[in-house]
């Protein structure tokens, strides 16, 4: 139990594209979903907090209109990261967590990695 | 607010060894704890967790914390690592009060099992 699905796994972009990328709680309902950013070895970097059907909070530093976070739905929130420039290729990771399901853990994905040429 | 400490960024150690990785945190009120691993180009998976109750928790795969108050510490132990333990641990906490429980991360430890 506690699934958790990213999709792409793997994106390779032009500078000035846009990028969505999906977190999917698979077998429980998520109301709170957190998208996290990884440079290499180092720890995770929290970019945003998501409730379903409200707007995402941001932290400190994260500019929302570049990475855009729409949580529609108790399965399912997206991170578009727009315009995207070099300095934007980075391990994205998103985590949910659910009233349901031991609402004090976070179950991760496994990730997607983003590079943009 | 809350932070979390861990000690050591790399531990080498020989198949078979025992291994103890380190974890302090700070903070004013009560926490969850995390032990979250990492493999190679991988999402986390949940490792171990202390919520509640008894102060020794363990993992299927032989791992196993254990909370100590007094010395806010959540070190992370197994008496014989095997080569596919080499990944990266991370420990966390978060507060628990409140619906969305932001996870404070430590800096993360790279275990090395070496043959």
């Known amino acids: 139990g506690a699934v958790v699905s990213q999709h792409p796994s793997w994106v390779i972009c032009k500078s000035g594209t846009s990028v969505k990328i999906e977190c999917r709680s698979l077998d429980f309902q998520a109301t709170t979903m957190f998208w996290y950013r990884q440079f290499p070895k180092q720890s995770l970097m929290l970019m945003a907090t998501?409730?379903?059907?409200?707007?995402?909070?941001?932290e400190q530093g994260v500019e929302k209109d570049k990475f855009l976070i729409n949580h529609a739905s108790l399965t399912l929130s997206t991170l578009t990261v727009t315009s995207a420039h070099p300095e934007d290729s980075s391990f994205y990771i998103c985590?949910?967590?659910?009233?349901?399901?031991?609402?004090?853990?976070?179950?991760f994905g496994p990730g997607t990695r983003l590079l943009v040429l | 607010a809350q932070s979390v400490t861990q000690l050591d960024s790399q531990v080498p150690v020989f198949e078979e060894a025992p291994v103890e990785l380190r974890c302090n945190y700070s903070?004013?009120?009560?926490?969850?704890l995390f032990w979250y691993v990492q493999y190679p180009n991988q999402g986390l998976q949940l490792l171990l967790k202390?919520?509640?109750?008894s102060t020794l928790v363990e993992s299927i795969n032989g791992f196993e914390a254990e909370f100590n108050k007094s010395q806010t510490s959540f070190h992370l132990r197994k008496p014989s690592v095997h080569i596919s333990d080499t990944a990266e641990y991370f420990c966390a906490v978060s507060t628990n009060a409140g619906n969305n429980r932001k996870l404070i991360w430590g800096l993360g430890t790279s275990l090395a099992v070496n043959p």
């Open positions: 903070s004013s009120v009560s926490v969850y």
């Open positions: 202390y919520l509640s109750g």
């Open positions: 998501s409730n379903e059907g409200s707007k995402a909070t941001y």
């Open positions: 985590s949910a967590q659910g009233a349901a399901h031991s609402q004090e853990t976070q179950y």
